[in-house]
């Protein structure tokens, strides 16, 4: 698990320019493995997010011209290919990884249409954590049935790192999984082939929009499981509960930082309102160390409250 960390991180900033990437290199290798996300700002030096906290990166500053060439890097020169996704904030690397990006934004017709004067990335770390969803499976699959299961805490506690090896396993059990991988998190595919060990008996709809993603799949792949990463959007709730409601178990993630922060949330009211999630796991971090909460989900709540 050492050298695969390292390598992840090595992997990971091999879109920086060179002397960005040098300077990353060259951190201590126990830093490397602890490092969740790098953050580049104009002007300032890079910082390397270990266990929550940000820690600078001595030495070279970034500039705007660093910023933009890290961005047609990650890119693949190719940067009007990707008005999509940068329309949302990011851009898409190989191996799962994903480069954050903010500035000016570009507005037309009240929407986000794409970021111009780039001021900072944030670069973040993809590993998988093989076991990681151990301590939580048995409340998640009992009696070979899962449980529809929402998975919740803050950015960047390693939710998608559950979900996947929850994934993983499930699908070891003999249960068809279907994933809705919108970002390419979750298997990270190439050629057709997971980058991310998720299983035998998993299928994967990648680059399309979750709420899309899911109902495709759940028409073609007659899953026993679907899974889709941070849920975000009306569409991706009504996906959710057409899946429910049709016999399918339903994984899932959300930005909260446990289930009292879901019900003041009027997305997740409506998400919650329909009764389709049995459980919740919420992802705390005590002194660098990830502690998996397991919670029923109240049925019969007030949601207007």
């Known amino acids: 698990m050492k050298e695969s960390k390292i390598q992840c991180f090595t992997d990971a900033v091999s879109c920086l320019p060179p002397r960005l990437q040098n300077a990353a290199l060259n951190i201590p290798d126990w830093q490397k493995e602890a490092c969740e996300e790098l953050h580049l700002r ?3 030096t890079i910082s390397a997010v270990l266990d929550g906290c940000e820690q600078q990166i001595p030495g ?9 060439e890290t961005v047609s890097r990650a890119a693949r020169y190719s940067v009007h290919s990707y008005g999509e996704t940068l329309a949302q904030g990011y851009l898409p690397l190989s191996g799962g990884h994903r480069l954050g990006i903010c500035g000016t934004a570009v507005v037309g017709r009240q929407m986000i249409t794409g970021i111009r004067t780039i001021s900072s990335l944030n670069l973040r770390i993809a590993c998988q954590s093989l076991g990681s969803a151990a301590p939580v499976l048995r409340q998640v699959l009992t009696q070979g049935s899962v449980k529809n ?6 950015p960047g506690f390693g939710k998608t790192t559950l979900l996947r090896d929850l994934i993983r396993q499930i ?3 003999g249960i068809r999984v279907a994933v809705a991988d919108e970002r390419g998190e979750l298997a990270a595919m190439k050629d057709g082939i997971p980058q991310f060990e998720i299983g035998e008996q998993t299928d994967v709809m990648d680059g399309c929009p979750k709420a899309q993603g899911a109902m495709l799949l759940l028409k073609t792949m007659s899953p026993m ?3 889709l990463d941070e849920v975000t959007s009306p569409q991706d709730v009504e996906a959710i509960a057409y899946a429910g409601h049709c016999g399918v178990s339903v994984l899932a993630t959300a930005h909260a930082a446990d289930i009292t922060d879901l019900y003041h949330r009027p997305l997740y009211q409506s998400l919650l309102a329909l009764q389709v999630f049995e459980e919740t796991v919420t992802i705390r971090k005590a002194n660098g160390v ?3 909460i397991c919670q029923t989900v109240q049925k019969g709540r007030n949601f207007d409250a």
């Not at 070279?60 to 933009?68: G, K, N, Q, T």
């Open 42 to 44: 104009a002007g300032h």
């Open 149 to 154: 299961t929402l998975i919740l805490s803050p």
């Open 60 to 68: 070279i500053r970034i500039s705007i011209e660093d910023l933009r």
């Open 225 to 227: 499981v679907i899974a």
């Open 171 to 173: 699908s070891g059990q």
């Open 290 to 292: 990830r502690q998996y």
